[in-house]
């Protein structure tokens, strides 16, 4: 067996592997144009300014048109649209909404920023949601279902949405890491009554920040617009919308996306088809050598492998001691490698299991509910446990067959050495 780099071995690579970054990775002359043409035009403002160049018009229709869906709302951030999604479900005070146990902050965030209070379902060996246990949190106050797509992965939508109807819960589907991705041929982020997008620096398509809501329900996509624009709804032609403003205006806030991020993400949309297909190639071939080599091997489990975007090849190791060992020796062989979230589910970050917000009385989780909601570190055992042995190797769209048979020579070295040391 060869010597692990960590041990004065040759490491697996030399040269650095490129950054972790799929859309920002692929910036070209065509960004920057999109980007200049709005500020010769003295027109950053979608609605109105000197010359208007309707980019964020056009990237939501383009959006819609990819997704195959009829109203696509582009926003700041997935964070605003999270908030914008429950606003316009009318979700606030007195309700809960159940979020997965592992998760980015602003999932469960964004709950507490409408008003609700998250209660958190376990996670099984998908790292998603595990559907099994809904039923655990479930009572009169839960209103929601928010299903996150952790690392490219769809979440299993068929069990959950039967829940959902048979409990009548709305659906919320965030896919802020897994654009792209797909269910048994249903596009990840279109199942539910909503599905919220990212475009900040770390997801497969970016601006820098940004978002979009998308859905099919013309009520919903009425309520988030004005939502996201101070109460107002400022082209009801263009969607055929018609909607006597007395009556439905309510107070919103201001979410809305500028024509520099339009123009930006009009480029990098363009440019989905080519990330995705090159990380499925890239993830896929690097699955089937570390298969042949390592046959004890454990991946994480993929819902829909076709529908998988494969920005990171995910790996179960045996035991937290080992993957802590593994992601030591595999820096050593100049191969990143990371579990998500520090090795925690999300309710365990201080914040949140205190319950603390910025708000007078802990509002809004002071709400007296029937069943109080109390976090408990061992209330999602499965979570605890997959997230702090789930390894993650990201694959770039930018990686070469050479990278990945240099990536899986790591690995396979790394995982035996452990293995023979640890048994
Ligand atoms: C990044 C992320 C968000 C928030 O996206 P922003 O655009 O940064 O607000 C929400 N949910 C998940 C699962 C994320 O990974």
Request: hydrophobic share 40%; proline share 6%.
């Amino acid at each position: 067996m060869t010597k692990l780099a960590m041990e004065g071995g040759r490491p697996a690579r030399t040269k650095p592997l490129p950054p972790n970054y799929p859309g920002a990775t692929v910036y070209g002359a065509e960004e920057a144009q999109g980007a200049a043409e709005v500020i010769h035009a003295q027109s950053p403002f979608r609605y109105y300014g000197p010359n208007v160049k309707n980019e964020v018009r056009t990237f939501e229709e383009e959006m819609a048109r990819h997704l195959n869906v009829p109203y696509v709302l582009g926003v700041t951030s997935c964070t605003a649209a999270l908030v914008v999604a429950l606003k316009a479900l009318g979700i606030g005070y007195g309700d809960k909404v159940i979020v997965p146990a592992i998760t980015f902050l602003a999932t469960p965030g964004a709950v507490v920023c409408a008003n609700a209070v998250p209660v958190f379902v376990d996670a099984d060996d998908s790292m998603n949601l595990d559907p099994a246990d809904l039923e655990r949190v479930m009572d009169k106050d839960v209103k929601a279902i928010i299903a996150v797509s952790i690392l490219g992965n769809p979440c299993d939508m068929d069990p959950i949405l039967a829940f959902a109807k048979k409990h009548n819960l709305y659906v919320i589907e965030d896919v802020a890491q897994s654009c792209g991705a797909s269910y048994k041929g249903k596009v990840t982020g279109t199942m539910g009554d909503i599905g919220v997008y990212s475009f900040q620096m770390n997801k497969i398509l970016t601006a820098g920040e940004g978002g979009a809501l998308v859905t099919s329900n013309p009520e919903l996509f009425d309520r988030a617009v004005r939502y996201h624009d101070q109460g107002m709804f400022r082209d009801k032609a263009r969607y055929g919308i018609e909607s006597a403003d007395e009556e439905k205006a309510f107070i919103g806030q201001n979410y809305r996306m500028s024509e520099i991020t339009g123009a930006v993400l009009n480029e990098q949309w363009k440019k989905l088809g080519g990330i995705v297909s090159s990380m499925q190639t890239r993830c896929r071939e690097l699955q089937a050598k570390l298969t042949a080599e390592l046959p004890d091997m454990k991946f994480r489990r993929l819902a829909d492998p076709e529908g998988d975007i494969g920005s990171n090849l995910g790996m179960i190791l045996p035991s937290t001691a080992f993957t802590q060992a593994f992601i030591k020796a595999m820096a050593a062989e100049n191969i990143g490698a990371y579990t998500l979230y520090g090795s925690r589910p999300v309710y365990m970050l201080p914040q949140l299991f205190h319950q603390r917000t910025a708000e007078k009385d802990n509002f809004p989780f002071n709400y007296p509910f029937e069943n109080p909601v109390v976090y408990t570190e061992d209330m999602c055992p499965q979570a605890v446990d997959y997230i702090a042995r789930t390894v993650y190797v990201p694959i770039s769209p930018l990686l070469t067959e050479q990278d990945v048979e240099e990536i899986a020579e790591g690995i396979v070295k790394v995982y035996r050495h452990i293995a023979q040391v640890q048994v």
